[in-house]
């Protein structure tokens, strides 16, 4: 059966390699983004605006790149929670999902609800999470939400009301379903301990997460804190991005919100788009093995330049964690994180790593610059901090992606209502055809 498999593989790589320059023949923009990186016009939103560019007599130019959700500028909405030293996540959930920031009153009770709506249906983590357990938790993750939908009496029904009630119970149970399947994983596939605690309804997102994950259930505040921040940096980023597009193209079939969900999940777990911050890691465990003393400037650059032209690490010529399909000069999101990770790495002990990841911050750009052509400027993202974040708080390999997951879920909703209330077409691009026509050749003569 393997050489059958293999042979029929060469067969289609054959058949469906197209040239190249058909694509610039045919005016076809591939990724749906032009040879500068903009991205093809595809609908209107007005659930978050990303600035990475400024027009001046006509002219475009790369700027200092900015976020805003609901037209409130994301430093504003992570510098206020820091401020007045509180929780963030929900209230820009509600943000997002109702177009407006909520008043105290409102916020509490939005809270209130989404403490009520964190559990599960009656023997679920027995008999959906920790049956097939599996090291990708982003599987596992899609396999349980699709399977909530038959506990949904009213799982079709397109009404906005309802829509929004699951959208809401969905942003509740990501983290007990997330964090459920490592620990079912870590049992039978790593014979570990499993821990399945109760959600605390009174606690924000970021301390039920710790608090679900860790055997003693016990985290400081600086953790929590710095764990809702990432959660608000990566809760929303446009409707363009893979997973976000894909939202609103299964919405737009008229599906349910279990199955778009779904179809985002199966999109975000991709490494070219919710993997990224692993591969970071990845990169920066290989720099460490690798490069003797990591406090030298000059043997850092070295073995970056390697990694550039592909003769270190994964042999990708990428340096991850640099450059975004949209932010020139800076990722905004990167920027505003960085300075928490400095007060996490402090707490942590983890000084020294943390001026590691700093200098590569510095270098990789310089070294990026001199080695590629570049059309427009290229600096770190927000994967190349999230991970280091992870790794200090103790949070498994396996379950990065899906807290990007438990994060952008919030965004995905906002979208998908979004996309119903507008009543739009089914999202139908064309395809240009380049297959010459055949004559048929009957069994016999072939």
């Not at 002219?59 to 609901?70: A, F, H, I, N, T």
């Not at 009630?165 to 964090?179: D, H, K, N, T, Y």
């Not at 008229?254 to 999940?265: E, I, K, P």
Request: proline share 4%; glycine share 6%; net charge negative.
């Amino acid at each position: 059966m393997k050489g059958y498999i293999e042979e029929q593989a060469k067969l289609l790589t054959k058949e469906d390699n197209i040239p190249v320059e058909l694509y610039d023949q045919y005016k076809v923009k591939r990724g749906l983004r032009d040879k500068n990186g903009n991205g093809v016009v595809a609908g209107l939103t007005s659930v978050s605006n990303i600035v990475a560019k400024k027009i001046v007599d006509g002219v475009e130019y790369p700027c200092e790149g900015k976020l805003s959700y609901r037209g409130i500028n994301v430093r504003d909405l992570v510098s206020a929670a820091s401020r007045e030293n509180r929780f963030a996540f929900e209230e820009t959930a509600y943000l997002l999902l109702f177009g407006e920031l909520p008043d105290k009153a409102q916020l509490d009770e939005f809270a209130r609800m989404l403490g009520q709506m964190r559990m599960l249906p009656t023997n679920f983590v027995r008999d959906v999470v920790m049956k097939a357990p599996s090291k990708d938790i982003m599987n596992t993750l899609t396999r349980s939400v699709l399977t909530l939908a038959s506990y949904d009496r009213d799982v079709s029904n397109l009404e906005i009301s309802n829509v929004l009630r699951q959208c809401m119970m969905l942003i509740s149970v990501f983290p007990m379903l997330s964090v459920y399947g490592y620990h079912a994983y870590n049992h039978y596939e790593n014979n570990g301990s499993m821990y399945i605690h109760q959600p605390d309804p009174t606690l924000s997102t970021a301390e039920n997460l710790l608090r679900l994950l860790r055997p003693d259930m016990k985290y400081s505040d600086l953790e929590a804190k710095v764990l809702d921040i990432a959660l608000i940096l990566h809760m929303e980023h446009g409707g363009g991005n893979n997973s976000t597009f894909t939202t609103h193209v299964v919405t737009s079939a008229g599906s349910d919100t279990y199955s778009v969900m779904a179809a985002a999940l199966s999109s975000l777990k991709g490494p070219k788009h919710g993997g990224a911050n692993i591969k970071v890691v990845e990169m920066m465990n290989d720099l460490k093995a690798n490069v003797p003393d990591t406090k030298d400037e000059a043997a850092v650059a070295d073995y970056l330049e390697k990694t550039l032209r592909g003769e270190a690490f994964d042999g990708q010529g990428l340096i991850y964690g640099m450059g975004h399909a949209v932010y020139s000069l800076s990722d905004p999101r990167a920027e505003v994180f960085k300075t928490f990770v400095g007060k996490l790495a402090a707490e942590k002990g983890c000084q020294e790593e943390f001026e590691l990841y700093s200098m590569v911050e510095t270098l990789a750009p310089q070294i990026i610059s001199k080695k590629r052509k570049i059309y427009k400027g290229v600096s770190a993202n927000v994967d190349f901090y999230s991970g280091f974040v992870y790794h200090m708080l103790g949070i498994p390999l396996e379950l990065y992606t899906p807290i990007f997951a438990i994060a952008r879920i919030v965004g995905w909703s906002a979208h998908r209502i979004e996309e119903l209330v507008n009543s739009g077409k089914i999202i139908r691009p064309a395809y240009k055809s380049i297959a010459e026509e055949k004559a048929y050749v009957e069994l016999m003569e072939r």
